[in-house]
């Protein structure tokens, strides 16, 4: 996984070979936050710079698979990573950190569990799912802190400019 957020005005000097081996797709909806999340299948390495676009999959083939989704509703803080037969893979919760950091600040924490949480119990008392969390590959790690990263951004950290809820232009 490769983040780089350079501030304004900043220009990156190096590039960076990059192999995409994973894509987390945002779905749109108007009341809730929706994630779709693929792996590359196909053992032929897709290569790109930091610096070019990042390549598209050609439509005729078979490159990626969808192992994951995210549904969460339209004010959720947490978010639970589905399997395609609805079971939990991880779950990705932000922690509120007091009035006066959500507002001044951009500043968040965040718990990334990989596994099931161990609080998924039924009406009669019985475990929902299994209490071993399921093994996960590297690349499905890397996926879901991709997840993460993508949230955090789409929904807490892009509208405010990275200055919290108020912005005062005399500091920038």
């Given at each position: 996984?490769?983040?780089q957020?350079?501030t304004?005005?900043q220009?990156?000097?190096?590039?960076?070979?990059?192999?995409t081996?994973?894509e987390?797709?945002?779905?749109?909806?108007?009341?809730?936050?929706?994630?779709?999340?693929?792996l590359?299948?196909?053992?032929?390495?897709i290569?790109s710079?930091?610096?070019?676009?990042?390549?598209?999959p050609e439509?005729?083939?078979?490159?990626f698979?969808?192992?994951?989704?995210?549904?969460?509703?339209?004010?959720?803080?947490?978010?639970?990573?589905?399997?395609a037969a609805?079971?939990?893979?991880?779950?990705?919760?932000?922690s509120?950190?007091?009035?006066?950091?959500?507002i001044?600040?951009d500043?968040?924490?965040?718990?990334?569990?990989f596994g099931?949480?161990?609080?998924?119990v039924?009406?009669?008392?019985?475990m929902?799912?299994?209490?071993?969390?399921?093994?996960?590959?590297l690349e499905?790690?890397?996926?879901?802190?991709?997840?993460?990263v993508?949230?955090?951004?789409?929904?807490?950290?892009?509208?405010?400019?990275?200055?919290?809820?108020?912005?005062?232009g005399?500091?920038?």
């Amino acid at each position: 996984m490769y983040v780089q957020r350079p501030t304004p005005g900043q220009e990156v000097s190096e590039s960076v070979l990059l192999d995409t081996f994973g894509e987390v797709q945002q779905i749109w909806h108007p009341f809730r936050r929706r994630y779709d999340l693929f792996l590359r299948d196909s053992p032929k390495r897709i290569l790109s710079l930091s610096s070019d676009p990042q390549p598209e999959p050609e439509l005729n083939t078979n490159t990626f698979s969808q192992i994951a989704t995210v549904d969460a509703p339209f004010l959720a803080w947490d978010f639970s990573v589905l399997d395609a037969a609805a079971r939990e893979m991880t779950f990705i919760s932000r922690s509120f950190r007091g009035l006066g950091r959500e507002i001044f600040t951009d500043t968040g924490k965040y718990l990334l569990h990989f596994g099931p949480r161990r609080s998924e119990v039924d009406a009669t008392g019985n475990m929902l799912y299994s209490t071993q969390p399921p093994l996960l590959s590297l690349e499905q790690r890397a996926l879901f802190l991709a997840l993460a990263v993508n949230i955090d951004f789409d929904y807490f950290s892009r509208h405010s400019g990275g200055h919290g809820f108020f912005h005062f232009g005399v500091w920038d």
